[in-house]
């Protein structure tokens, strides 16, 4: 969101509240959530969610007919009205506003912005003014704001109770004054330039398309109780950037290290322009079992104690439902590859509380898409009826085989002749594959997360079919992966996000294993690697630390990374991967399918 702007005579004071709405009919929390976040000062970054009891100078909301009241003295400029607005703001469903207000002849510029949607918190500054901005009258105010509700000058002048011709005068005032030419011009003006003041003469009875009016339309009918609580200011100003970074252990800790030395190497890079190119990179590196709740616990409790202002992060979110709650209620930016479709749908389904997950990859159906492609272009498919079978983890965004996936194998002339799921360790590996190639597939698919039982599967494959064509869903992206198998035949695999022979991607290979004496893996270790620099440059570009703000920059620009380009243009908030999810090659990224053997790994040219 946009700083307050400087275009009345300020007072130099501004006020901060974290502010409580609850239904009038619940009892008023006794603790709330304050962050230690000091406005858009670009030398103060975003606080840590804490919580403080109420104290003797606290205040404690009150519904009174469906408005918000406050018992006993209210702080300075925030009064029953100010947080009937608040509630009303919370009820809109926006994320962030900022307008005028004006009440008993005294004015300020009020700044709203939504802290946590699961705890109902909204953050509040308040800078008084003076008298109205930008050298106009408060009569004028009230007609400019009137102007942008769609008001013609007869029903301005009824409830401003002055006559049509002193309406018209003042309004062709205003368009001399301000220079424009229109009412329109004017309008625009009112709401580019936060001229709209509340309360507006009269209210506002319908949906107008401008935010802060629909904030007052809101607040005339809410039964809620807003609860304020002086908010703390930070008391160590920083001006660097803290991005901290979830990487994955326990038995995907070979991941998790490509994941932290990816977003390491970006802050390295980062830091090494730090005069040129805006602000310096603190980084917080926690690993985390995601299967283990205590270690998702002590991880989280250390990226919010150490007060990062982003989280970047691989598929953490998939396995712990506790990371993805966290990433919902922090309220920073969060990036992620987790590639579960119920990821992208909660973040569509509820902006209100997922406005800051945004998916850094394509989603697990073009895994599908792309297995597809590659069956239409095998040797197999000239024959009748070429045979598939399928080994994949239950679970965790690694499964192929949905309600659609026979269908959709049939239209490409195959048949299925077996679908196993299994769970992240296999006791009996042989068997299992014994199983799987009873019908002699043509191809076996293997879709696991763990580097190890990927790996495993593999070498019993070989044993028992020592020319069976394999084909993986990303697990060979891990270096481990390659070194673990038997190269007896060659192994293809594809992967949602991974990195292109390109110029980009050698430059960042040959950064990589100069940094850490080995080559990077082909997924998480440049994905994290463009996570971070994508961020930085969103906090650089807005100038700001506000997460709306960053959320806003990441929506509305296209950042092209070592691993092709993210564009969150979807509801879902997710890259979109070509060609299976678009055909536009420049606003996506590439879903690329491996030819994995005993010369290395090459790209194929498939679908």
């Known amino acids: 969101m946009r700083t307050l702007q400087p275009l009345g005579t300020e007072t130099g004071i501004e006020h901060s509240w974290d502010v409580t709405v609850a239904p009038a009919t619940a009892p008023a929390p006794s603790d709330r959530p304050v962050d230690e976040h000091n406005a858009d000062d670009p030398g103060h970054a975003p606080g840590v969610q804490q919580h403080t009891t109420d104290t003797p100078g606290s205040h404690r ?89 769609g008001l013609s000058n007869r029903e301005i002048s009824s409830r401003l109770g002055t006559s049509i011709r002193t309406v018209t005068t003042q309004v062709e005032r205003l368009l001399k004054k301000l220079g424009q030419d229109s009412r329109s011009g004017l309008s625009a003006l009112a709401v580019d330039r936060d001229l709209i003041r509340l309360p507006i003469p009269g209210g506002v009875e319908h949906r107008s398309g401008i935010r802060v009016l629909d904030i007052e339309r809101h607040s005339a009918t809410t039964t809620k109780v807003a609860t304020p609580a002086p908010r703390r200011v930070r008391p ?87 990371v993805f709650a966290f ?54 498919s000239g024959k009748s009826t070429p045979r598939l079978a399928v080994v994949e983890l239950d679970g965790f965004g690694c499964a192929i085989t949905d309600e659609t996936f026979g269908s959709r194998v049939r239209d ?8 196993q799921r299994v769970g992240l360790r296999v006791d009996r590996v042989d068997e299992l594959i014994q199983g799987a190639l009873a019908d002699r597939p043509d191809v ?53 996000t991974g990195r292109p022979d390109d110029p980009l991607g050698r430059r960042f290979t040959d950064a990589y294993a100069r940094a850490f004496g080995t080559p990077p893996g082909r997924s998480q270790a440049s994905a994290a690697y463009d996570q971070v620099r994508m961020l930085h440059s969103a906090f650089s570009v807005t100038g700001s630390f506000r997460p709306d703000a960053v ?57």
Do not use: K, M
């Open 61 to 149: 909301g009150q519904s009174v007919e469906g408005r918000t009241s406050v018992a006993g003295p209210a702080p300075p400029g925030l009064g029953d009205a100010l947080l009937g607005r608040v509630a009303g703001f919370f009820d809109s469903g926006l994320r962030s506003a900022q307008f005028l207000w004006c009440e008993e002849g005294r004015w300020a510029w009020c700044r709203l912005e939504l802290r946590s949607a699961s705890q109902a918190v909204v953050a509040l500054d308040v800078r008084p003014l003076t008298g109205p901005p930008s050298g106009l009258t408060a009569r004028e105010i009230d007609i400019i704001s009137l102007v942008a509700l």
């Open 444 to 496: 076996v698919v293997v879709s696991h997360l763990n580097v190890e039982t990927a790996a495993e599967l593999q070498n019993a494959i070989t044993r028992h079919s020592p020319d069976q064509l394999t084909y993986h869903i990303y697990t060979p992206s891990v270096p481990g992966f390659a070194r673990r198998i038997e190269h007896a035949g060659e192994v293809i695999w594809s992967t949602v």
């Open 551 to 607: 959320d806003g920059y990441l929506r509305e620009s296209a950042y092209r990374g070592v691993n092709g380009t993210y564009l969150f243009a979807s509801p879902g908030q997710a890259v979109s991967g070509y060609p299976y999810d678009t055909g536009d090659q420049s606003l996506s990224q590439p879903t690329l399918t491996y030819r994995l053997s005993g010369r290395g790994q090459e790209i194929l040219p498939v679908g």
């Open 327 to 380: 990433a919902a209620d922090f309220g920073r930016t969060f990036l992620h590859t987790n590639t579960w479709t119920r990821s992208v749908d909660a973040v569509r389904d509820d902006p209100h509380r997922y406005g800051h997950v945004f998916q850094t990859c394509p989603s697990e159906t073009a895994y599908q898409s792309a297995l597809l492609a590659f069956l239409r272009s095998h040797p197999a």
């Open 236 to 322: 160590a100003p920083r001006d660097t950037v803290r991005i901290g970074t979830i990487a994955v252990g326990g038995a995907f800790a070979a991941d998790g290290l490509e994941t932290a030395q990816g977003a390491q190497l970006a802050v390295r890079d980062i830091n090494a322009l730090r005069g040129e190119y805006g602000r310096a990179v603190e980084h917080v590196v926690v690993h985390i079992d995601p299967l283990d709740e205590d270690s998702v616990r002590e991880g989280i409790a250390h990226l919010a104690e150490a007060d990062v202002d982003a989280i970047t992060s691989s598929y953490a979110s998939a396995i712990s439902p506790g």
């Open 412 to 419: 490409v002339g195959w048949t299925i002749t077996s679908a």
